[in-house]
């Protein structure tokens, strides 16, 4: 069983910058497929950014030009570095991985193992 466990969330205010991070159980080439979701009380889980292998990170409309998705993959390790947070940013941050194929998903359905989140509050 793979295991992701998110750290680095924490309360910060409006325009400042965090860096969560996701440590895997197991290697990230085997894994592939690598993305950070969030979610708000209320609300679906979406997704903020996907890693997929080597490839050219994806992002999500409204974080893109302010987050960066980065893998260390000798410490098998994802992160997010945000910068310049707004409060729209407020969720808990969660990792989540599947061994994809040639192209990796974004929607929650298809991610097999998730960790157990990081809370990110961004005040005014």
């Known amino acids: 069983q793979v295991q992701l466990v998110e750290s680095g969330g924490a309360a910060v205010q409006s325009g400042g910058s965090l860096r969560l991070s996701c440590a895997a159980s197991?290697?990230?080439?085997?894994?592939?497929?690598m993305t950070w979701f969030r979610q708000t009380p209320g609300k679906a889980r979406e997704w903020v950014a996907l890693?997929?292998?080597?490839?050219?990170?994806s992002y999500a409309h409204p974080v893109k030009g302010r987050f960066t998705i980065s893998q260390d993959s000798a410490k098998n390790i994802l992160y997010l570095q945000m910068d310049s947070l707004k409060p729209e940013d407020t969720g808990m941050y969660y990792c989540?991985?599947?061994?994809?194929?040639?192209?990796?998903?974004?929607?929650?359905?298809?991610?097999?193992?998730w960790g157990q989140g990081t809370q990110v509050t961004v005040s005014s």
């Open positions: 890693q997929q292998g080597d490839a050219w990170p």
């Open positions: 197991e290697s990230m080439y085997r894994l592939r497929c």
């Open positions: 989540a991985a599947y061994r994809g194929g040639a192209y990796c998903a974004v929607d929650v359905e298809s991610y097999t193992y």
